[in-house]
């Protein structure tokens, strides 16, 4: 069975855009959440989506976004592109939600110049 | 300003013998626990988990305990291997109300000596 797969793996951006970050969940997954680590706050839940909608949801601001299709393939989206948002963004799954190990891609790297 | 990197705990042991990463958690509202193993260049990589109703679990070569009273966690590696050698992350699964959160521990850095 194939893992989450999270593309792109890297991405290089420039303050003031817009990025979006795509991630398809293991088949049969509902459960999509999303993930950022940096060396100076580690590893930091975002939002978690099920069926379309978002159930849980972290302490980030409103820049940061994102969506889950009905074949529960998900995108991230962060707007106006700040320095401190270089980071890896990590996308996981999960059968039914977060009371389950959450099964992690290997990340997409963005870089803001 | 700039913002200064996490200092990774970190702990070395010689292949063979046994590894105890611990953690310590902060919310009594916590039901869920999960430690992850993260390679470089990779993502986290389920190890064990534990629900609050348990105080131990075993899987292949892990122990997983879990002390309430004092909100810690800990995850211990019989026979480490060279392969263990990677960051281990715990997480605690906060339930409030229908909202569930997930927050990480920093991370403790294994590194197995030959």
């Known amino acids: 069975k194939a893992g989450v797969t999270q593309t792109p793996r890297y991405l290089i951006k420039t303050r003031g855009q817009q990025v979006t970050l795509s991630c398809s969940p293991i088949?049969?997954?509902?459960?999509v959440s999303w993930y950022q680590q940096t060396p100076g706050q580690g590893l930091q839940f975002l939002f978690e989506?099920?069926?379309?909608?978002?159930?849980n949801k972290g302490n980030f601001p409103g820049r940061f976004s994102g969506r889950q299709f009905s074949n529960s393939r998900s995108e991230m989206n962060v707007s106006t592109l700040e320095l401190g948002d270089s980071a890896l963004y990590l996308c996981?799954?999960?059968?039914?939600?977060?009371?389950?190990?959450?099964?992690f891609g290997d990340g997409t790297r963005l870089s803001i110049l | 300003g700039e913002s200064v990197g996490l200092h990774l705990p970190t702990l070395s042991v010689q292949e063979g013998d046994n590894s105890i990463i611990n953690c310590a958690y902060s919310?009594?509202?916590?039901?869920?626990f999960i430690w992850y193993k993260q390679e470089s260049g990779k993502g986290p990589q389920f190890i064990i988990d534990?629900?609050?109703?348990?105080d131990k679990r075993q899987g292949q070569r892990v122990t997983v305990l879990l002390n309430k009273t004092v909100k810690h966690l800990s995850l211990q590696i019989a026979a480490t291997q060279p392969g263990d050698s990677a960051v281990y992350f715990c997480?605690?699964?906060?339930?409030?109300?229908?909202?569930?959160?997930?927050?990480f521990g920093s991370g403790t850095q294994l590194t197995v000596l030959p």
């Open positions: 989506y099920f069926s379309e909608t978002q159930r």
């Open positions: 534990i629900r609050s109703n348990m």
């Open positions: 088949s049969g997954h509902r459960s």
């Open positions: 996981a799954s999960s059968l039914t939600g977060l009371n389950q190990p959450q099964h």
């Open positions: 997480a605690e699964n906060i339930r409030a109300g229908s909202a569930r959160q997930l927050t």
């Open positions: 919310n009594s509202a916590s039901d869920y």
